[in-house]
């Protein structure tokens, strides 16, 4: 079992599966949702996914059908989830123990901040893939 949990411990989740390929988006909305250069995220089969603490987690629709959620209490990104997906995209920086995942890419590295140099021998795309 992977554990993680938000900043503040209102909102913790488990993992029974596998937790995916990490990739580093650079998109300007993540930037902002997340206050920081990149988000590191994976996809996590909802099925293999369990929240425990719903009561403070919120959400916001960043794009029609897409929906960042977080802890209204501390602010901490959780996931994200796609309308129609089987799987949702965990926020890796709220993760407690290792998920052993490989890295696989930077993307969205179009929209990168101008103040970070990516410095990886990871493939770099412009778009997503
Ligand atoms: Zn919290
Ligand atoms: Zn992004």
Redesign the pocket.
């Known amino acids: 079992m992977i554990s993680g949990s ?6 913790e989740y488990e993992i029974s599966g596998q937790v995916g390929d990490v990739v580093h988006c650079h998109c300007q909305t993540c930037r902002k949702a997340h206050g920081s250069a990149f988000s590191s995220v994976a996809a996590v089969d909802d099925n293999e996914f369990t929240l425990i603490g719903r009561d ?1 987690l919120s959400f916001f629709e960043s794009s029609p059908g897409k929906k960042r959620y977080f ?1 209204s ?2 602010g ?1 990104q959780i996931y994200a989830k796609r309308e129609g997906t089987k799987h949702l995209i965990l926020r890796l920086g709220s993760l407690d123990d290792d998920p052993t995942s490989k890295e696989k890419n930077h993307i969205w590295v179009s929209q990168k901040a101008t103040w970070y140099s990516i410095n990886s021998r990871l493939p770099v795309c412009q778009e997503f893939e």
Do not use: A, E, S, W
């Open positions: 938000c900043l503040c411990g209102k909102i403070f802890c209490n501390c901490t």
